[in-house]
């Protein structure tokens, strides 16, 4: 059976990187943008856990200091075998390329107009991406004060964002002004026009979806499916808004556990990299990664089925997981903190019973309902010492109260 080889952003790398060796020039960014930085550290984690070998995508870059955290992860993942590899470089489809051809062009439309839908769905991963964004590569340049001047006219500190006026003019209304609110409370951008804000953003969101597809069509070229994909967290949601598929359930399924496992075994920041690594002899972690195995060859050969009823047999191997240390019951109730336009609303709610769900036919992609209850069960598992290590961990992911 054919090994897993999973597919990284490079930029879910370089934000674990950050946190990991608290690179001074990311400080502001990680206690704004927590819940990017979160889901990067668990997609990271999922992929060392469970793939047999990752493939990284997109450039790790160094920061004025000369750090590169992003590099940093992939050596000590390659230590003391290799687990990590580039996407060779020279099958990166050039922009120009993605921006004249047709079908490239039409999807690409696609998901920028979903947008709007994405950041109702998920505002705090697009309002932090956004944050990220503008903190690094909105600049200073006279010309972002200036309300009059061409979209073309504004100077950016980005130099890699892409430009197609067509493609630019297709983002939401809606989207641009809810990230505009995010930046303009910052003080930095108090200075700003709100024009140059716009056009930032809009350039932003064509080169983050436009770069997806550079990076898919690598995949396409070195015959790897797009069902191996871990993409950045923004850009898994807009592939969810296009295609409800099966291996979503599987990846939703498996995510979060990787994290756990890593935090409970984690003291301090500065280990959590190599203790993944370590972990993936754990028997319990090899059981489920055979098993992933045997889904995605499922999935490659349309067993939908097959891979549904591995995906059962994946929960509840990950519901197990920590009963081979220590019994830990699953608490029958919690409150589900809901993020809202308006604050935070709490709902106390009992958790479903595994065993009726494990009788039942899943439907062919998860609803958000259950993936949410999956991944607090499984965080539940592993207590409530999962989040609150990961905040002694990772201090700067703790959410106010």
């Known amino acids: 059976m054919e090994n897993v080889t999973l597919v990284l952003d490079g930029i879910t790398v370089q934000h674990v990187g950050d946190l990991v060796f608290e690179t001074k020039e990311t400080n502001n960014h990680r206690t704004e943008c927590k819940e990017t930085y979160r889901k990067c550290l668990e997609d990271v984690a999922c992929a060392v856990l469970f793939a047999d070998e990752i493939r990284i995508s997109g450039n790790l870059p160094a920061y004025p200091g000369g750090l590169a955290p992003g590099q940093r992860v992939v050596d000590q993942l390659n230590e003391p075998s290799e687990l990590v590899k580039r996407l060779p470089g020279d099958l990166s489809t050039p922009k120009e390329e993605i921006l004249r051809t047709s079908s490239y062009r039409q999807i690409v439309g696609l998901d920028i107009v979903n947008l709007s839908r994405a950041i109702q769905d998920v505002p705090l991963l697009w309002t932090h991406l956004g944050i990220r964004e503008a903190q690094i590569n909105f600049g200073n340049d006279d010309s972002l004060r200036r309300e009059n001047l061409a979209p073309a006219d504004y100077v950016f500190a980005a130099k890699h964002y892409w430009s197609d006026s067509k493609l630019e003019s297709l983002v939401p209304e809606a989207f641009v002004e809810s990230l505009q609110r995010c930046v303009t409370q910052t003080a930095t951008r108090t200075l700003a026009s709100k024009k140059a804000i716009g056009v930032f953003f809009r350039k932003m969101a064509l080169t983050h979806i436009g770069t997806f597809w550079t990076i898919h069509e690598a995949c396409r070229l070195l015959k790897i499916p797009s069902n191996f994909r871990m993409p950045h967290a923004t850009r898994m949601h807009l592939s969810t808004l296009r295609s409800k598929a099966i291996m979503d359930e599987l990846q939703t399924t498996i995510m979060p556990l990787g994290l756990c496992v890593a935090l409970h075994e984690t003291g301090h920041r500065g280990e959590f990299v190599r203790n993944l ?125």
Not at 279 to 295: N, S
Not at 360 to 388: H, M
Request: hydrophobic share 35%.
């Open 277 to 401: 690594k370590q972990l993936r002899d754990w028997k319990p972690v090899e059981a489920i990664r055979q098993r992933l195995r045997q889904a995605m060859h499922e999935a490659s050969v349309g067993n939908n089925e097959g891979v549904r009823k591995l995906t059962k047999d994946i929960t509840n191997l990950s519901l197990n997981m920590k009963s081979e240390r220590d019994q830990l019951s699953v608490q029958r109730d919690f409150t589900f903190f809901h993020a809202t336009p308006h604050g935070v609303e709490g709902v106390k709610i009992p958790v479903p019973d595994l065993n009726k769900i494990a009788s039942e036919k899943l439907p062919l992609a998860l609803t958000s309902g259950f993936q949410y209850w999956l991944k607090v069960l499984i965080r539940k598992a592993y207590g409530d010492n999962c989040e609150s290590k990961l905040v002694t961990v990772f201090p700067e992911l703790k959410t106010s109260s």
